[in-house]
């Protein structure tokens, strides 16, 4: 899922390793933490893969050291080093940036099923960039979302008769009142995204009315 993370961050802009995890606390504090063990393997091996590229800026420039004016002490400056202009820094900075197959590659595993990992984190996750999907693919992502649930509530429905102690039927039907929350948002997203889809074939604007007087006239000429 970190994956899905970095590329769609990179997809907005190039950034640094730095401001990558940055962004990434911030867009998936709510899931886990992301420390730089996990962040620069994971740039490795999709540098490795061609979805990601390395863009090196220019060194850095020391700043000039201004002349004293006076030739004894521009004479002692030299002699312990200073530098008389600029002169490039031994600090590189190096950003990330996507490339077309890294596009690819982050749409393919926004509609991925991935076994091993968390069903409803991943699905938040891939909520928080399905701004990036075209509407279609944001309509299954959805789609097969609103399946996900309905059958969870079915378990669930199913469980909550087999139980006989109260506690213990009060648990499952917090759950099942909790997937049908999640159901009815995942209606509303669906409802909301296919009433601003839009159409393959957008209707010819409308023409203005000839009068019927005018029509045979023509037809008369």
């Not at 139980?163 to 159901?183: A, G």
């Amino acid at each position: 899922m970190l994956e899905i993370a970095v590329l769609g961050l990179l997809k907005e802009q190039p950034l640094h390793g730095y401001e990558l995890k940055k962004r990434l606390g911030e867009t998936l504090g709510f899931l886990w933490g992301v420390s730089y063990g996990s962040l620069y393997p994971a740039l490795r091996r999709l540098e490795r893969e061609g979805a990601i590229e390395v863009v090196a800026e220019p060194l850095a420039l020391a700043p000039p050291v201004a002349a004293t004016g006076s030739l004894t002490g521009d004479l002692a400056a030299a002699r312990h080093g200073a530098p008389r202009g600029p002169k490039p820094s031994r600090r590189t900075r190096k950003a990330y940036r996507i490339t077309s197959a890294g596009v690819a590659r982050f749409e393919e595993l926004l509609l991925a099923d991935d076994p091993h990992t968390d069903e409803d984190k991943a699905f938040a996750l891939k909520l928080a960039f399905c701004s990036e999907l075209p509407a279609p693919a944001r309509i299954e992502l959805l789609e097969r979302r609103r399946v996900a649930l309905l059958t969870r509530l079915n378990q669930s429905r199913r469980a909550t008769a087999t139980r006989n102690d109260r506690y213990s039927r009060s648990i499952v039907e917090h759950r099942t009142r909790s997937t049908q929350r999640d159901l009815e948002w995942v209606d509303e997203l669906l409802e909301a995204e296919r009433a601003t889809e839009v159409p393959d074939h957008p209707a010819s604007p409308d023409l203005p009315e000839v009068p019927s007087h005018e029509m045979k006239e023509g037809v008369s000429r």
